[in-house]
């Protein structure tokens, strides 16, 4: 659904900029794009994991946009040949943080602003629309000493909003723990969890603030995005010496997490022992209540889900206890196939399609819905 406006001078654009977030954090949006084409400036707002257009203005007001977005970030608007990132506190229904990130393009430079609402916290495990034999084998990890516990999946899948829930369970039900956590960025805050924002560019990394850090007497590590191999390492070492480390890894499946570690030159017999949960999980839209409830005769597009008919997501999921057969296969350096193959090997294991149908049974969400966020047929 698309809207011509055409702002036309400086303070229509700032008008504009600030009716287009305060409208983002309405909907709960996560990110808000603003894309020049060869047709104008089109703003996007990534609601639910999906680009839904909302406005199209005139290419000519892009250096404006840009500008303003950039003062609002503290960047510096003389630069537009090289990509830039900042922040800026909105004030709207409830506090946000923003991240606005700037690129060139062969056109005009292209922002990406990231939402974070502030003072908000972290939805509890049995909230994230996870099975409750997942949600039961995230808790029986957390209540280890050491170990990883590793959450995978694409981009979007949830990784972070379930390392949160896992954090804050430890919490509440751990108390007199050091709880540390290092993040890029810091998305809610908790109490009673040292939370501290590594920035990945500069000079506090995540390899290098993890190594410091373990002389800070941590007994739980969140850490949140295993990216390269030192920082991989690194983790694996802590796992192996008494301290409970949680973090995330992009990848496809649960083997496929475990093969790119061993790719990441942790050796076999270390991953075996220091691994204890391993998941892959996915986000998928759900029905907007909206909707359901709303007049159909009235006409016009549901302001709630954009006309989409979709508002909010749930999450699916798989998991794998480090046991036998998976060990064995990682010992052998098995490929994902092997991996797998001993994953789905244990007697109670679901896979991601298998779950992601309980969703479906409970009028949630669509069987389109789920082919659209997991493939097949």
Known sequence: MATKSTPESGMAVVDRIDHVLKQAVLVGASDVHFEPTENGLVVRLRIDGRLTDIERWPLAVAPNVVTRLKVM??????????????????????????????????????????????GTGPRPLARLGLSDEMTAALREAARATGGLILITGPAGSGKTSTLYALVDFIRATVPGLSLITLEDPVEHRIDGVAQIQVTPHGELTFPRAMRSLLRQDPQVLMLGEI????????????????????????????????????????????????????????????????????????????????????????????????????????LERGDTDLIQNAIESHADHQSLAADARRHVAAGLTTAEEIRATLGGG
Not at 80 to 93: F, K, M, N, Y
Not at 267 to 277: D, N
């Open 73 to 118: 970030a503290g960047l510096l608007t003389y630069r537009t040949d090289i990509p830039q990132e900042g922040s800026h506190r909105l004030e709207a229904a409830r506090p946000h943080d923003l991240r606005i990130s700037t690129f060139p393009t062969i056109r005009h430079e292209r922002v990406v602003v990231r939402l974070l609402a502030s």
């Open 227 to 330: 990216r390269d191999s030192e920082t991989a390492q690194v983790a694996v070492e802590a796992a192996l010496t008494g301290h409970l480390i949680l973090s995330s890894m992009h990848a496809g499946s649960a083997a496929e997490a475990l093969v790119r570690l061993t790719e990441m030159s942790v050796p076999p017999y270390q991953l075996t022992s220091a691994v204890r949960l391993v998941t892959s999980q996915r986000l998928i839209r759900t029905l907007c209540e909206a909707c359901a409830m709303r007049d159909m005769t009235t006409g016009g597009a549901c302001s709630a889900c954009l006309g989409t008919g979709m508002r909010g997501r749930t999450a699916c999921g798989e998991f794998a206890v480090m046991a036998g057969p998976i060990r064995k296969a990682i």
